[in-house]
């Protein structure tokens, strides 16, 4: 096989382990913290998860390991988007189960979820994991997006677990698929089927994460890419000196994502879906924020700048959500049929004109045409509004041109506006691991077996002490439950993991907030480079701004 000369160098790239794991497995011992309790809803989840509910946080100390010898054949899934230092997880978890017992075997389940329900797996050995290790992507064993949620999913789970003999599940994944790990988890222990459920935080939105659980992989790696391309973008536009730059970067619901990314590269413009939400901005005056900005800059005769969207803003648009929840209602059941019928898009207009209320009409007049079609056209198979494919960046460039066209018309903008547009997501997912990520993740791996030696079970694999070196990290465990709530969804209560949105009042947040009237005018870029894998520890091992500024940095 054809390897690069980085990919060479990554295999023998040897994650760091926070100080307490490095004495070798016969030196971990477990020391007990506090019971815990749900962030809410106490009760209803104490109900629901009997055998696994309040149990101690727990931490992992330098000692004599006291777990009992006991074979263990553990089956490990990744489940929902990519992230990077996935494989890794995979790594740390093999190299601590061989370390306690070459004859552990890990069973690397296919596909995500759906590997578990099939029994499609393989069995990992040396030269398998090896050809995996420090690298990103999740193709080891692939991903899905499959929930595991009913009783029946988890009685074939329980059986193909008992097939294979396995003690244990461990389940890489995001708040969806770690609260169907609790779910799991309370399953098994109530059926007394002897497997222990433990989950690992990923994802690269950044949403999952608590007091806890400091940060979940990838998100380190994910936004150092999109930085480095942005940043790359802003000395192109500082160079060219003819373009805004519109750029979409990932992040589904919270904007996690673009706000590490404004506070690496300080762009003109970083628009944030909570604070949308929390002063209920309208579309317009959004683009008049927007619209402002490029004024001032070309009336100073800067007619450049960049702008970040994260992808998930126009549900926090208030008035956006309700025109997405009628057009929803709009084409439910027969009524899209009706809408293909149509034979052109001015009757489909007509239809719509007819369908919706005044207020939502007014909103979707003012969209341009390309995204009222997009609306339309591209829907999920429940015939519902694919809200992550609308193309926020076009959509709020294409009003902001507008604008600035009335503008320019009553003699307040003397500049000129030209668009670019780019939409970064896949590029940061599957990217080789930063140090940070491979050493969290391989830690993360290494740790989840340690919970599993020491028979936990509906716990999340938790390495805190992130924003010090890695000697300094602090491994242990954390229920699940401890995390959950009760959230409505699909017209139902259901226990979940509550999801962290940016917190308006939150260190990350403020900072940006305090510089952002400044970087929208000044041209006050930042170049934060590629990733790097060797050097000075303070330029590759260093992890997130988001990381520094909530642990007190300025
Ligand atoms: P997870 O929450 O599963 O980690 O996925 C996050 C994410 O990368 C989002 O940022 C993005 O909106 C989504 O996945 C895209 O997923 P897909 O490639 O399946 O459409």
Known sequence: MNLSPLQKARYEYSPKLPGMLRNGISEICVKDGAPTESVADQDKIKALFPNTYGKNEITFAKGNNTSAAKKQVVGVILSGGQAPGGHNVVCGLYDALKATDKNNVLLGFKGGPDGLLKNDYIEFDDEFIDAYRNTGGFDIIGSGRTKLETQEQFGIVAENAKKNGLTAIVIIGGDDSNTNAATLAEYMAANNTGVQVIGCPKTIDGDLKNEDIEASFGFDTATKTYSELIGNIERDANSAKKYWHFIKVMGRSASHVALECALETQPNICLIGEEVAAKKMSLAQITNYIADAVEKRGNNGENFGVAIIPEGIVEFVPEFSALIAEINELLAGQKTEEFNALPDWNAKYDFIKKGLTDASFAVFDILPQGIQQQLFLERDPHGNVQVSLIESEKLFSEMVKNEL??????????????????????????????????????????????????????????????????????????????????????????????????????????????????????????????????????????TTRTLALEKGAN
Request: glycine share 10%; aromatic share 16%; net charge positive.
């Open 405 to 542: 066209a009335k503008r320019k018309a009553a003699g307040t903008y003397k500049g000129k506006f030209g668009a670019q547009h780019h939409f970064f997501g896949y590029e940061g997912r599957c990217a080789f691991p930063s140090n940070f990520d491979a050493d969290y993740c391989y830690s993360l791996g290494y740790n989840a077996f340690m919970l599993i030696q020491y028979g936990y079970t509906g716990y999340l694999s938790k390495v805190s002490n992130l924003s010090k070196p890695a000697e300094e990290w602090v491994a242990g465990g954390m229920p699940i439950t401890k995390m959950m709530n009760i959230e409505r969804r699909n017209g139902q209560d259901k226990p979940v993991i509550r999801k962290a949105l940016v917190e308006l009042d939150g260190a990350p947040f403020k900072y940006f907030e305090a510089h952002r009237e400044e970087w929208a005018v000044k041209t006050a870029f930042t170049y934060p480079g590629a990733i790097q894998y060797y050097g000075p520890s303070e330029v590759c091992d260093l």
